[in-house]
Each structure stands twice: as C-alpha cells, then as structure tokens.
C-alpha cells in the first residue's frame, strides 16, 4: 500500500475528499486525512474569524456545511498536524488548500494546491482571461491580485462550493460573458460536478483545484 497524507484546513473526516482520491487513485493508495481543527466544537470555530479580507479561508465541514475561518487559526492549530503527517512516513503529504502558506511551504516538503493550480493554469493557458471561482465575496480582490500578478487579465466571482445548480449556472454565464479563455475554481471544496455545471455554461475549459492537486500527488506516488 502507499501512502498519501492529506491535512484539511477545517476538520476530517472529508467524505466527499476521499472518495475523489479514492475514485482518481483506486484501491493501491492508503489515505490518511486529518484536519487542522479537529477537536474543536462548531462554536469554539465560529470564533476564528478572519481579522482581514487577505487571510479569510473558506472549508466546508464534515457535516457538509461551510464555514469560513482566519489563516492565523489555521496555522495555529494546523502546524501540529502537519508535524504529525510528515512523521508518519507517507509517500506523500499535501495541504488542501488553495491559500498560500509560505511558512509552512518553506518548512515542509509538501504537495500545495496553490502551486499546482498555477503551475497547471500557465501549463494549459500562459496568456489571456481567466474566469476565476472563489468561494467567498472577501476573496475576489486576492483572486485579481494573485492571477493578475501572473499577467492575466482576471473576471473574479464568488461561488458558494454548497451552491446549488440555478446559482452556479447564473455566476458561470455571468464570467463567460466577460469572454474568459479558462476558468479556475480555486477553492478545494469545489467539485467536479460543480466544475461540469460551470464549464458547460461557461463554455470554456475548466481547471478544478482539488483534482488536479491530487493527480500530481499521485504522479508522486504511482
């Protein structure tokens, strides 16, 4: 069996993110899933609120339901578990998350989303408009600035990953009319069924976070 380690910024279990890497990786992979915050109750969480727009985070719960929470608890909490995954021997360990954790990218030898997302977005797509998917209001500027600081031009919109089909068909047709070439849905609590939905409507290509993440943590692995 090989390992793969994965450290969730909320709490596990993540049903939804095992069954995506078990569905990519097939039976050959052990997954090992921990959240940064697992332990606390839901009201301890409600108090670990942003202190600004640039460190808001968003994760959905293992309840499904979403919450968003500041980066500073994040790191907090999470360094721990981190600690713990990369002394666990797997073959690989990743943070499931979009956001950029330099601390933790300079300490820690480790598969981050935010990296694969570029590196796969400027693989597929080196110039041009990119329609960009976050899950909350407070990240839009973040979106413009970080893929804007990488030469597109950015039509940023946020998404609710529990949004519904009428919502993500409204948001995808808004971003396609402002002619995107790609669109990225830089949240891990995307799915790939809200990527389908989206590109449909969109009528462009669709890079989802999550699954691309995973496929070269398996690339790591295989």
Known sequence: MSGLGVLVVGQSPRPEVAALVADLAGPGVE???RGALDGFSRAELETMQPECDAEALFTRLPDGSGVTLGKRHVIAHGT???DALTRAGHQVVMVMCTGAFPDWMARYRAVFPSRTLEASVAACQPTGRL???VPIAEQCAG?????????YDVSAAALSPNAGPAEIRSVASHLGKTGIDLLVLDCISYTRETKRLAREVAGVPAILAVSSA????LELID
Do not use: I, N
């Open 143 to 151: 979106a413009h600035e970080r893929w804007g600081g990488r030469g």
């Open 131 to 133: 329609g960009v998917l």
């Open 214 to 217: 995973v496929r070269m943590a």
């Open 80 to 82: 721990r578990q981190l």
């Open 31 to 33: 997954l090992d899933l």
